[in-house]
Structures are given as structure tokens and as C-alpha cells.
């Protein structure tokens, strides 16, 4: 049988996960488990390019672990890992720096618009974080990366540094492809920034009912429907991206067809988004408050998944030493 493609993709421990994580990252990741040999990450490193708290740090990560597995990653079949815990994170990361020229990292957009939203915290992690993504991916030889529409910037940078790599040292690394979700780009309760704990305009994932309500029943929808009777435009509006992630295709359409036939006002429309998303939220925050009564479960997850990725980053390290003729002197 061949061997299943493998898959990595991350999520930083910043806090507690939104539907725009859920959306855009986990539900992408959930059925690529089936055909994928998966490994994702919770990439704290990368956590640490803002401003953080080193108190919070330890309980981010075990959150995010929960999040993770109440949404549905299977530490059956894929690892589930934290990132800092296998160093050949940042010794790849190293020997890519050597090979990355400073011109394409600064071409990435990302790096333009945290050095603006914090000219106080302009720092080389902050510069450089896109080559340690390069190396949390190619580490595990990942062939598919799962990935949000910003972050396709960053993948074509990974694909270059594999291309350079692999002609200056000999094919090492797979290129690996963006795999974009089916739902597009979940944007904030305000409908124009990304959904963004640092903008305050999220959804989370363990809301009850009432707070979601609450702050849905505001959210921005197409700004151009002024009245009940005026039709609208769904596909200007971010309650009908939700709508895609969360709703059975009949409601989708339904509300599509009555949002443009102004047969129903956006209130309507959010009543029935909301029954969906407690259909789908419901049965995961059961689960997380389950994980968050057993954290020796979680911690046993977590280190399972250390030891199997450590075991495929020892590999990779092997061969890229030798690539770059240092092995001689990793051979104890
Ligand atoms: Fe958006 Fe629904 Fe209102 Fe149409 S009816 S503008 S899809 S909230």
C-alpha cells in the first residue's frame, strides 16, 4: 500500500480558539486524518513573536490541546505535538536561515503589517518566523499544508526555500502544496478585519448560547441592506460565510435565495446560524469540559505525539547533516 502524503499544519496557543480558527484551520484539518498521515502542531514558538505572558504559556498550550481534541483531531491517527518540545524545530530553522536570502522575508506581507499594528515589538523572531514555518513543515517532509488564504504567502516562501535547498544540497525535501478550505476567509463580528482576538471581534468556540447570541445579533452583515425590505447580497456578507461553515446546504440556499428575495430580515437569518452553530458547538464543548477534567489524558496525548514526530525529526536532521557535511559529528 503506498504511504499516505503527509500533512503538517499548526495553530498558535494564544488563547482561546475562535470560529475563525475552527473554520478556517480545524474543520479543514478533520477529514484529512482519513487519507493523510497528519501531524499538527502547537506551534509556541511562533506564540512568542507577540507580546506574551510566560505565566499563561503552559496553560495556552494544554487549552489549545483541548480545543484541538475536542474538535476532533484523533490521537489514533494523527499526532498531536507541541512544538518547542522537539528542537529539531529550530535546528532546521537554523540551517534554513543560512540558505534564505533577507529580500524574501521581507517581501512577506505578514512581517509589514504586525511591524505596524506593534512598532514597539519589531524583533528578528518577527522577521524570521516564516523560516521557522518552513522548517516545522519540511521537517516531517509534509506534502500538503493545509492553510488559510493569508498564509499562502508563507507556503510559496517554504516552496522556495525547498527548491533552494534542494539544488544546492541535493533533493532532500518535498515541495509541499497549499490545501485551502472550502470555507473562505471567516472575517470578524465587525465583517471587515480577520476574525482576530487582538480585535476583539470573535466568536469562541466554548460561548454559550446567550453570549453568542449576543454578540451575533450585532455582528456587521451587508452593509448595504439598510431596511427588512431591501434584498441583500450574501456573498458580501460574513454572516453567510459562517453560514457556509456551520448550516446544511437547505439552509444555505434558503438563505441566500430569501436574504437576496428580502424574504427574510438578517435577524432570521442569524437565528438560524445560531441554531446550527450550537448543533455543532454543543457536542464539542461536552467534550472539552470532559479533556479539562482529565488533563492526565491530555499530557499523555501530547507526549505520545512528542515521541513519534521526535522520531521523524531525528531522520530528517540525519540526512539534512549529512546533506550539509556535518554528520561525522552527530553520530554518538
Ligand atoms: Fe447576511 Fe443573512 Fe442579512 Fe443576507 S439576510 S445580509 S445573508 S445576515
Redesign the pocket.
Known amino acids: 500500500m503506498a504511504e499516505k502524503k503527509r500533512v503538517f499544519s499548526g495553530i498558535q496557543p494564544s488563547g482561546r480558539l475562535h470560529i475563525g480558527n475552527y473554520l478556517g484551520a480545524i474543520c479543514n484539518w478533520l477529514p484529512m486524518q482519513d487519507d493523510h498521515f497528519c501531524i499538527y502542531g502547537i506551534v509556541d514558538y511562533h506564540a512568542m513573536t507577540v507580546h506574551f505572558n510566560p505565566e499563561e504559556m503552559e496553560q495556552c498550550i494544554f487549552n489549545a490541546a483541548i480545543d484541538y481534541l475536542a474538535a476532533g483531531i484523533d490521537p489514533e491517527r494523527s499526532i498531536l505535538m507541541v512544538q518547542s518540545t522537539v528542537s529539531e524545530h529550530t535546528e532546521l530553522a537554523w540551517v534554513l536561515n543560512t540558505i534564505t536570502p533577507i529580500g524574501w522575508l521581507s517581501r512577506v506581507p505578514t512581517f509589514k503589517e504586525k511591524r505596524q499594528a506593534n512598532p514597539d515589538y519589531v524583533h528578528m523572531g518577527l522577521f524570521d518566523y516564516p523560516v521557522l514555518m518552513a522548517a516545522d513543515i519540511v521537517l516531517y517532509k509534509a506534502e500538503v499544508v493545509p492553510v488559510g488564504d493569508d498564509q499562502v504567502p508563507h507556503l510559496e516562501l517554504t516552496r522556495e526555500i525547498v527548491r533552494k535547498f534542494n539544488s544546492m544540497f541535493g533533493p532532500t525535501f518535498p515541495e509541499p502544496k497549499a490545501k485551502l478550505g472550502d470555507v473562505p476567509r471567516v472575517l470578524g463580528l465587525d465583517g471587515v478585519n480577520k476574525m482576530s482576538k487582538s480585535l476583539d471581534n470573535c466568536l469562541y468556540l466554548d460561548e454559550t448560547r446567550e453570549e453568542l447570541w449576543k454578540k451575533l445579533s450585532t455582528a456587521v ?2 452593509t448595504k ?1 439598510k431596511r427588512r425590505t431591501d434584498p ?3 456573498l458580501v ?1 460574513n ?2 460565510t459562517m ?1 457556509k461553515g456551520f448550516s446544511p446546504d437547505k439552509d444555505v440556499e434558503y ?2 435565495r ?2 437576496r428575495a428580502a424574504g ?3 435577524i ?3 437565528k438560524i446560524l445560531l441554531e446550527n452553530m450550537i448543533q455543532a458547538l454543543g457536542p464539542l464543548q461536552e467534550r472539552q469540559k470532559d479533556l479539562r477534567s482529565k488533563p492526565a489524558v491530555v499530557y499523555d496525548i501530547l507526549k505520545n505525539g512528542h515521541d513519534r514526530a521526535k522520531k521523524i525529526a531525528i531522520e530528517t536532521m540525519r540526512e539534512v547533516y549529512e546533506r550539509i557535511g556535518i554528520s561525522k559529528y552527530h553520530k554518538h
Open positions: 452583515t451587508d441592506r441583500g447580497d450574501p456578507c454572516i453567510y453560514h438563505c441566500a430569501e436574504c427574510i430580515g438578517c432570521d437569518c442569524k
